[in-house]
């Protein structure tokens, strides 16, 4: 089916060298007057970001609160903390200077402020959020999108459970995109941001629509860029051009491009993934590149097509004898690619050896987190999930 869609990506993007500086300009331009700033463990605070963008707001008379801490795969306490310091001191704009976790608990907290009641609510999907506090991302690393994206993914670390909530109403209004901030990134998170932001597109990619070609053809570049420069700052972390195009990337991946006319795509690894996240705290793009090749083995015979021209089109590999060889073949290097990368193309590889039962209950938690089933390829039910987790394994 060829279907209808919306396309709607309202943040403002400042991307290049030295874009931080427009930071107090666009906080202003945005109506901003008592700003929280908003970071993480303090990778902002070595490289000093954090004092060029208060100089920048003291330079624009704006005053600001701060509040720091926030943890990979962002928890839930944090978010309440937020909304209490928000509410105390009048804020009226989030400024995250981080990555996804840090724009994710951004979000989370512009919800809190601008809804009343629990804002977990939003995450276990009893109600909508009608409204959030404006916010704005100053971008240090390419990997979830959030900076464009609708999403926001919060961990409520009590139990475990990682939820996502969408909604457009917290969309940033402007990103601050410099590759050069990125460049003090530990290679691993590089690595695993590249793998999270090819599967932003991958995810929208396998669905079983008679799909527009446009959005085709700019889903395969996407990703063929992300894997050519993917390997190359795993040599050359320091290169500008590699890190430039796959911030880029970064944005276009999660901000609905690749997903017009994709009747929102087949998201069971991300779904699967943040399980496994909530439960092990794994970096988000690591816990991905260990699922991908199970879940794709497992639901590949239900959409030969798509994985055929994925093989073709994005992995480039030669075609087999009939199109279940290439398509293995195409799982085959995009493991490859993976380990080129020095992302784990199993559970164990990543670190994580769950035993039956946890495998049972995340399997189970995605299916409930789904509302009944995870992925649309093959609609995938706990069954499904715990063969899935159990191929994954290694
Ligand atoms: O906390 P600090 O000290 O800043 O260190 C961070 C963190 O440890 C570090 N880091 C970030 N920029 C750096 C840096 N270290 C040195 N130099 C820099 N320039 O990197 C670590 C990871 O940061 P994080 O924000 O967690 O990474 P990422 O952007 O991958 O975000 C992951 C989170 O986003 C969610 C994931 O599930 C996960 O919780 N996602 C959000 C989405 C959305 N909102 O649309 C979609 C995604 O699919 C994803 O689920
Ligand atoms: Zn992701």
Same mark, same amino acid.
């Given at each position: 089916?060829?279907?209808?869609?919306?396309?709607?990506?309202?943040?403002?993007?400042?991307?290049?060298?030295?874009?931080?500086?427009?930071?107090?300009?666009?906080?202003?331009?945005?109506?901003?007057?008592?700003?929280?700033?908003?970071?993480?463990?303090?990778?902002?605070?070595?490289?000093?970001?954090?004092?060029?963008?208060?100089?920048?707001?003291?330079?624009?008379?704006?005053?600001?609160?701060?509040?720091?801490?926030?943890?990979?795969?962002?928890?839930?306490?944090?978010?309440?903390?937020?909304?209490?310091?928000?509410?105390?001191?009048?804020?009226?704009?989030?400024?995250?200077?981080?990555?996804?976790?840090?724009?994710?608990?951004?979000?989370?907290?512009?919800?809190?402020?601008? /809804?009343?009641?629990?804002?977990?609510? &939003?995450?276990?999907? $009893?109600? +909508?959020?009608?409204?959030? !506090? =404006?916010?704005?991302?100053?971008?240090?690393?390419?990997?979830?999108?959030?900076?464009?994206?609708?999403?926001?993914?919060?961990?409520?670390?009590?139990?475990?459970?990682?939820?996502?909530?969408? /909604?457009?109403?917290?969309?940033?209004? &402007?990103?601050?995109? $410099?590759? +050069?901030?990125?460049?003090? !990134? =530990?290679?691993?998170?590089?690595?695993?941001?590249?793998?999270?932001?090819?599967?932003?597109?991958?995810?929208?990619?396998?669905?079983?629509?008679?799909?527009?070609?446009?959005?085709?053809?700019?889903?395969?570049?996407?990703?063929?860029?992300?894997?050519?420069?993917?390997?190359?700052?795993?040599?050359?972390?320091?290169?500008?051009?590699?890190?430039?195009?796959?911030?880029?990337?970064?944005?276009?991946?999660?901000?609905?491009?690749?997903?017009?006319?994709?009747?929102?795509?087949?998201?069971?690894?991300?779904?699967?993934?943040?399980?496994?996240?909530?439960?092990?705290?794994?970096?988000?793009?690591?816990?991905?590149?260990?699922?991908?090749?199970?879940?794709?083995?497992?639901?590949?015979?239900?959409?030969?097509?798509?994985?055929?021209?994925?093989?073709?089109?994005?992995?480039?590999?030669?075609?087999?004898?009939?199109?279940?060889?290439?398509?293995?073949?195409?799982?085959?290097?995009?493991?490859?690619?993976?380990?080129?990368?020095?992302?784990?193309?199993?559970?164990?590889?990543?670190?994580?050896?769950?035993?039956?039962?946890?495998?049972?209950?995340?399997?189970?938690?995605?299916?409930?987190?789904?509302?009944?089933?995870?992925?649309?390829?093959?609609?995938?039910?706990?069954?499904?999930?715990?063969?899935?987790?159990?191929?994954?394994?290694?």
């Amino acid at each position: 089916m060829y279907v209808n869609f919306e396309y709607y990506t309202p943040t403002k993007v400042i991307f290049g060298k030295e874009a931080e500086k427009q930071t107090a300009a666009q906080v202003k331009r945005f109506g901003g007057t008592k700003v929280l700033l908003h970071y993480g463990g303090g990778s902002v605070v070595r490289s000093g970001l954090l004092d060029r963008i208060k100089a920048s707001l003291d330079e624009e008379k704006i005053a600001y609160v701060e509040l720091s801490g926030v943890v990979p795969n962002p928890h839930l306490d944090k978010v309440y903390e937020g909304i209490e310091l928000c509410k105390k001191e009048g804020v009226d704009f989030i400024l995250a200077i981080g990555g996804g976790s840090v724009i994710d608990s951004s979000k989370a907290i512009g919800y809190g402020v601008a /809804n009343e009641g629990d804002v977990w609510d &939003f995450f276990d999907h $009893n109600r +909508e959020a009608k409204a959030c !506090l =404006p916010l704005g991302a100053v971008l240090t690393i390419a990997a979830a999108g959030s900076e464009m994206s609708n999403g926001c993914v919060i961990t409520n670390e009590k139990n475990g459970q990682k939820r996502a909530y969408d /909604n457009d109403v917290c969309r940033a209004k &402007f990103a601050i995109m $410099n590759p +050069e901030l990125t460049m003090t !990134l =530990p290679d691993y998170q590089t690595a695993s941001g590249c793998a999270d932001i090819i599967m932003h597109s991958m995810e929208r990619y396998f669905n079983q629509n008679d799909n527009y070609e446009m959005t085709d053809v700019i889903s395969e570049a996407l990703m063929r860029n992300v894997m050519k420069y993917a390997r190359i700052l795993a040599k050359e972390p320091d290169n500008y051009k590699a890190r430039a195009e796959v911030m880029w990337a970064g944005s276009l991946s999660h901000n609905g491009l690749t997903g017009c006319g994709t009747d929102n795509g087949d998201w069971a690894c991300h779904n699967m993934e943040h399980e496994v996240g909530g439960m092990f705290n794994v970096a988000h793009g690591a816990g991905l590149a260990s699922l991908w090749g199970s879940w794709a083995r497992y639901v590949h015979h239900a959409a030969m097509d798509r994985f055929e021209k994925f093989a073709l089109n994005v992995t480039c590999v030669e075609p087999g004898a009939d199109a279940e060889e290439t398509i293995e073949r195409g799982i085959r290097a995009m493991e490859q690619f993976y380990h080129d990368i020095n992302m784990p193309t199993s559970l164990k590889e990543l670190g994580v050896e769950p035993t039956a039962e946890q495998i049972e209950t995340m399997a189970h938690g995605c299916e409930v987190a789904c509302g009944g089933a995870a992925g649309c390829i093959i609609p995938l039910k706990t069954a499904d999930m715990i063969k899935i987790y159990e191929m994954a394994r290694g």
